[in-house]
């Protein structure tokens, strides 16, 4: 019933616009992002359903939980200065992605600045009496502190009823969003539900701070993680039956209309985050990682368990110290959340201190310069912790495997620019004979025909290409994309593809088995080759996304900007992830079957495997190295017949 209401409410999208004129930019107004949720002040939302009193700037919180530590050492909450979270709003790329969702449609600059200066969205900032959402009457507190601490600790659990340890004042808050249809019912898109007073909530409950608050295990679950990790757009619907499925489509709803569910399910999936990690393992029972993420090495008696089990258990760890400044004479604890939010972002911090550090408008203090170079190095140690790799010699091919060591997938988040690849060089003793996955840092171009690319591309489909007046295909505008082109990242531990294809997380162009958190490269070894040395690579932005970035820009100069910076930080240098290297055997070249003779078994491979395209190496059949299994590779092994090692 729901997929024909859908399929309904889409045509009628459809006739909506038949006409001569693309629509571009789209016709949004203020209700086709209506979403759940505590309500911004002056939307004329029922009196209840907005903040009352102010969230007060993160400013506010410095003394007591930063104390006067060193920002090199310290554990205190304000350790999140360093953190992309409290740069969310000034990160470059985003505001020159910002600048094109609201050129593409006009005000959708609003869902931007909710999930990246949520207090400024709550206040009434994030669209100004000219409707154009582009940040300009935020206020410098606003831009300076991103996803802030008010905001997050006065979150209010919107999944359940009153609970024995649920503050009290909760119940009262969700019947009034209850009242008005606004209560969240799932995590994602930033629906928040907010306590419209200032009483701060925290994971102690012996806590006795000397302000208002209350105990709240919700601020220890992947829950509230997922108010923001999830991401849809609002301005699709999903034409489909009631549990996704990938040969669903998206088209873009009837303008001036709330979308017709309010579901994340319904719209287009833009990031699945907090879905891959709801669908692993690590969210059902918890994976014993043995320390990976959770334990300090520094500490000889560490504090936690070495189960991941939440999203806090990797990126808000737990460490010995004190939440608040020793004048109020707290207890030491075992187990204070680290307020790093280390994620991947390496790039943007780079950028960071580059536009606001010494050599840029120094506009930061030296506390906040010293919490991100903090933050840079604590970035480049989680990604090099969130691999594996393993190589072996099957013959005339090198095995790669990588291991997704993640709670989710390998990469996630953003997908826009993002990508991680396979580089192999093979060496004849010490001279370089081949490469694949070279990367060029003068002009930053990656040779990807060559190699395995780990990546998320979104794209628009063909319907909706004519009705925007832009090529259907892979695309970076954010507002128009409902197509997910390709999407081979490796999933995380407790895979399994119906879940993930349910929760609109699944792989598009790539499979993996149930239970799979692994993904096998072949690389054909080129004879002579002696050795080879691997190294997996990320990169935060591609060049391709930075050039969109600058070449879409009619409106501002923030692509400018973005792009000034990206060259004089070099160009989002790739980060090595993991590294390895293996001596290699002699081998026959034309044997497919890796049994040392080239015979009858080499063309029952190529025959096996016939007309199988991509890296697949010659013991997938491909005898000739061309990536694809066809009559050259069964001539290729007839020229070699009868040889042996």
Known sequence: MVGMVVLTLSAAALAQRRGPAPLDPLPVTPADLAAFGTQPVGSGAPEMTIIHDPLLPASTCMLCHAGFDDPLTTVKPYRWRGSMHSHAYRD??????????????????????????????????????????????????????????????????????????????????????????????????????????????????????????????????????????????????????????????????????????????????????????????????????????????????????????????????????????????????????????????????????????????????????????????????????????????????????????????????????????????????????????????????????????????????EPTAALVGRPAGPSFNLMLVNRVEKDNRIPPRGYERAAFEAAQAGHVGYEYDDGQFWDDTLFCIPPGATRAVFRLYYQTSSREYIEFLRAENTTDENGQRLYDAWEAVGMSAPVVMDEGEIALAPFVVGDTTADNAVDFSDIERVLTHWLDAGLIGRTGGDANCDGVVDFDDITFVLSRWGRTL
């Not at 306590?195 to 102690?204: E, K, N, S, V």
């Not at 959770?294 to 939440?323: A, L, W, Y």
């Open 92 to 461: 470059p790329i985003f505001r020159a992605a910002m600048t094109i969702a609201n050129q593409d449609a006009p005000g959708a600059g609003s869902l931007c600045i909710k999930c990246h200066a949520p207090r400024a969205w709550l206040e009434g900032r994030a669209t100004p009496p000219t409707g154009a959402a582009d940040g300009s009457v935020l206020f410098e507190s606003d831009i300076d502190e991103g996803v802030s601490c008010h905001v997050c600790h006065r979150l209010v659990d919107p999944a359940y009823p009153r609970k024995q340890y649920q503050p009290a004042d909760d119940e009262a808050i969700l019947a009034v969003l209850d009242a008005s249809g606004l209560r969240p019912p799932e995590p994602g898109n930033a629906q928040m539900a907010v306590d419209g007073l200032d009483i701060r909530r925290g994971p102690f409950a012996d806590a006795l701070p000397p302000h208002e608050f209350a105990y709240s295990p919700f601020h220890s679950t992947a829950n509230l993680c997922g108010t923001c990790h999830d991401v849809s757009n609002p301005l699709y619907t999903r034409i489909g039956a009631d549990t996704p499925a990938p040969g669903d489509s998206y088209a873009l709803n009837p303008f001036n209309e709330p979308h017709p569910t309010g579901l994340k399910h319904g719209q287009f999936p833009e990031q699945r985050t907090f879905s891959e990690w709801a669908n692993s393992a690590f969210a059902k029972g918890g994976v014993d990682m043995g320390g990976r993420f959770n334990v300090d090495p520094n500490d000889p008696d560490p504090p936690v368990s070495t189960v991941v089990s939440s999203c806090q258990d990797c990126h808000m760890p737990d460490r010995r110290g004190f939440g608040c400044a020793e004048f109020f004479e707290p207890p030491e604890r075992r187990n204070v959340p680290y307020h790093g939010f280390v994620g991947a972002n390496v790039f943007a911090i780079d950028l960071l201190l580059h536009l606001h550090g010494p050599d840029g408008d120094a506009s930061f203090d030296q506390y906040t310069i010293d919490s991100l170079r903090r933050q840079r190095d604590e970035t480049i140690d989680m990604v090099q912790r969130a691999t594996d790799a393993e190589l072996t010699q099957a013959g005339p091919d090198l095995r790669v495997r990588v291991i997704n060591q993640c709670g989710h997938k390998l990469l996630t988040g953003m997908p826009e620019g993002r990508r991680i690849w396979k580089n192999v060089r093979f060496y004849a003793g010490d001279t370089l004979i081949a490469e694949r996955g070279g990367y060029d840092p003068q002009s930053a171009l990656l040779d990807d025909a060559s190699t395995k690319v780990y990546e998320q591309l979104l794209g628009i489909d």
